[in-house]
């Protein structure tokens, strides 16, 4: 396994737009170094060509078997489609390599199962990382420091709203099925569904969740068929120790000041992470009507903004650190399987039109989630 004191080589398994952008974070990072590169797309490969460095010595692949068998690794990011981490996840866990794969986990609950349990089976000691990078974006990171300091007393209501653009066009439009993605609510927002355990510290026990496709892609067809993926929705989701989430979901709603925002209200304050403007707004109580602290957050130690204001830097730094310290992943496949396994619950709700209790998931029972 690699020493404190060297380098740690890198292999990226997905060199479209996000794998790219791991490329620059992992190129920021002390220490790292990405020796190669694989996706069966030609453009791809070129695109990671050109991000390392044209004249850089990197071997590339069209065959993720193949790098990770090619010993020029120590660790693997995995940004290939969605539909792909099943496949690329078991034959990375049966090599001796640490492993950041992208989000979600799968694209089935079943899926998403059988890849945990292969990692706790497996016998190889390193770090398998769950990319969870808005965990690490810096006015979130603050509001959770406020939170463990007992700032809002004890978190009653978790709204997030998220804000968007459509999804971005991907090589043979592979995202624009949900089959292919897990659909939005476990592509897009297990991002925000990972953020609502981290804030109530609690378990999902009950999601209910409308939603619909009414803007996008419906004028777009591929080989004949029309995109399904939802544009739009409202998820609640209650916890187990009473407090309860809301995701306020919108995918056409380019004209927004903030991206994100993350309302977290207790019995003692209220707090807001406005992630595009990088502040965060608390409100005690005790202060009286409309009195709100205004605090501009920033980080002086990311070398690399990119896509995701930095944290995708942050959690490769962690990543890195992990590798060298010999220490347990933060961010775990349990909390990629948490995170998804609740937009799969508002998958079911939307199609069912009714609440869906989180027990009785089959695909979850008898697993200590």
Same mark, same amino acid.
């Given at each position: 396994m690699v020493a404190q004191t060297s380098r740690i080589r890198y292999g990226v398994i997905g060199t479209g737009m996000m794998g790219v952008e791991h490329i620059h974070n992992v190129m920021a990072v002390d220490g790292a170094v990405v020796t190669a590169v694989c996706d069966p797309h030609a453009e791809s490969l070129e695109w990671a060509r050109i991000a390392v460095g044209l004249?850089?010595?990197?071997?590339?692949?069209?065959?993720?078997?193949?790098?990770?068998?090619?010993?020029?690794?120590?660790?693997?990011? @995995? #940004?290939? =489609?969605? $539909?792909?981490?099943? *496949?690329?996840? !078991?034959?990375? @866990? #049966?090599? =001796?390599? $640490?492993?950041?794969? *992208?989000?979600? !986990?799968?694209?089935?609950?079943?899926?998403?199962?059988?890849?945990? *349990?292969?990692?706790?089976?497996?016998?190889?000691?390193?770090?398998?990382?769950?990319?969870?990078e808005y965990r690490y974006m810096p006015p979130t990171q603050r509001l959770l420091s406020e939170l463990e300091a007992g700032t809002v007393g004890d978190v009653k209501m978790v709204a997030i709203r998220e804000h968007r653009f459509p999804f971005l066009p991907k090589v043979d439009n592979w995202n624009r099925f949900s089959r292919n993605?897990?659909?939005?609510?476990?592509?897009?927002?297990?991002?925000?569904?990972?953020?609502?355990?981290?804030?109530?510290?609690?378990?999902?026990?009950?999601?209910?969740?409308?939603?619909?496709?009414?803007?996008?892609?419906?004028?777009?067809?591929?080989?004949?068929?029309?995109?399904?993926?939802?544009?739009?929705?409202?998820?609640?989701?209650?916890?187990?120790?009473?407090?309860?989430?809301?995701?306020?979901?919108?995918?056409?709603?380019?004209?927004?000041?903030?991206?994100?925002?993350?309302?977290?209200?207790?019995?003692?304050?209220?707090?807001?992470?406005?992630?595009?403007?990088?502040?965060?707004?608390?409100?005690?109580?005790?202060?009286?009507?409309?009195?709100?602290?205004?605090?501009?957050i920033h980080h002086e130690g990311i070398k690399h903004v990119g896509l995701h204001h930095g944290s995708s830097y942050l959690e490769h730094v962690d990543f890195a650190n992990a590798i060298r310290m010999q220490e347990p992943a933060k961010v775990t496949l349990m909390d990629g399987l948490r995170s998804a396994a609740i937009g799969f619950a508002a998958h079911r709700s939307i199609e069912t039109g009714v609440p869906v209790m989180m027990a009785e998931l089959p695909e979850l029972e008898g697993l200590d989630w």
């Open positions: 004249s850089a010595d990197l071997a590339t692949f069209d065959d993720h078997n193949d790098l990770l068998d090619s010993g020029l690794v120590d660790a693997v990011v @995995i #940004a290939a =489609p969605n $539909h792909t981490h099943h *496949e690329i996840l !078991l034959d990375a @866990i #049966a090599r =001796p390599v $640490h492993i950041l794969t *992208e989000k979600p !986990l799968c694209t089935t609950l079943e899926a998403c199962r059988e890849v945990v *349990e292969a990692a706790e089976a497996s016998e190889h000691d390193r770090v398998i990382w769950m990319g969870l993605t897990g659909g939005t609510l476990v592509e897009k927002t297990c991002h925000f569904f990972d953020l609502m355990m981290q804030i109530t510290g609690a378990d999902p026990v009950r999601v209910f969740a409308s939603g619909g496709q009414s803007v996008n892609h419906l004028d777009e067809s591929y080989d004949g068929e029309t995109p399904d993926i939802l544009d739009n929705a409202f998820v609640v989701v209650d916890f187990d120790d009473g407090s309860r989430g809301l995701l306020d979901l919108c995918m056409f709603a380019e004209a927004s000041v903030n991206e994100q925002e993350i309302v977290v209200t207790g019995d003692v304050a209220k707090m807001e992470a406005l992630v595009t403007e990088s502040l965060l707004r608390v409100g005690k109580r005790s202060d009286g009507q409309h009195v709100v602290d205004t605090y501009e």
